[in-house]
């Protein structure tokens, strides 16, 4: 076993699977529960690292990582749930496919600042699927008068799955590719330039997001304290 290995066994906590079933063509649910979730210091819209293969014995433990968006935390039932999306059939998607009641799951969080700015007057939400889980997480903080816009690109529609309270409160386009400039043509459809001081959300591919956050900048002017980009993937 390495040292890092070992490290990391001493660090993080552990929770077991309580379910783990497919939602979407490439996503699943994956619900931890135990002790360690009950007085867990949580803010909708962080994260939670989880390291795979710690729970094998000797020198069968290894060290992967992966990062994923709390999609909810139950604290009375020491419960939370997960998103995995398996787009990129990596080590992740892999454990996702794996996963079965009584694992052991090894973690370490929550952690993350993609948070929703809860002195902002309206905000908007701009990312593909592989964002929903954090973005559900997001909206079910705004109280029902806060304005609200927006845009998740799906190539599929099995590619989308309901929140966890059966709703399905954010707009899907279901397109085979979406541009930066597409996302914001839909978020404008809206009333994007009507939200004075709306806050700007924007999730999903690294290079999306990136021409999405220079579009803002430079041909609308949107102030960059207004602005929160954070890549799921690249």
Known sequence: MSIFTSLARQVTQQATVRRAERIATHT?????????LEH?????GQTLNVFFGLAAAGDAANLRKRTYSVWGHDAGRHELELAVCTFSDG???????????????????????????????????????????????LRRQLPPAVPCIS?????????????????????VEVVDSFSAAQYLQAAEAQGLRRLAG??????GPAATCAAGYR?????????????????FWK
């Open 28 to 36: 699943y649910r994956i619900t931890l529960t135990g002790p360690a």
């Open 40 to 44: 867990w210091a949580y803010i909708p």
């Open 91 to 137: 080590p992740g998607a892999q454990w996702a496919a794996q996963c079965r009641p009584g694992d052991a799951v090894h973690f370490y969080g929550p952690g993350g600042k993609f948070l929703l700015d809860p002195a902002a007057p309206a905000h908007v939400f701009l990312g593909d699927v592989s964002c929903l889980a954090h973005f559900y997480a």
């Open 151 to 171: 845009v998740i690109h799906a190539r599929h529609r099995n590619d989308v799955f309901a929140d966890l309270d059966g709703g399905l409160p954010l707009r």
């Open 198 to 203: 709306a806050h700007v959300y924007w999730g």
């Open 215 to 231: 579009l803002l900048r430079h041909a609308w002017q949107w102030p960059t304290a207004r602005i929160k980009a954070k890549p």
